[in-house]
């Protein structure tokens, strides 16, 4: 039994929302538990020293390399002629 096909209704922009997705800095997190820990134990104490140290070193690591963009609305915007002009011819 063959296969209806599958018709799509038309769009007026091939675009895909926000493909590139923002990661969060590591160090936030960690910045984070460092005022709370000086919020809540005082600024410079002893019990906050472990936290302290490991946003220095945080801070401290070369950053982490830009990940690759996403090429799908390129791709879209590229091909978008092509699968526009046959819904067109379609019609």
Known sequence: ?????????????????NPNK??????VTVLASVLACWASA??????CQNIE??????????PAP???TNTINYHLRRLSGKLIS???KGK
């Open 1 to 17: 039994m063959p296969h209806k096909p599958v018709r799509l209704p038309p769009l007026k922009v091939l675009r895909v929302r």
């Open 22 to 27: 923002t990661e969060t800095n590591a160090c």
């Open 42 to 47: 005082g600024y410079n104490s002893a019990g």
């Open 53 to 62: 140290m490991s946003l220095r070193g945080c801070m401290d690591a070369p």
């Open 66 to 68: 830009a990940p690759p």
């Open 86 to 88: 046959q819904a067109k």
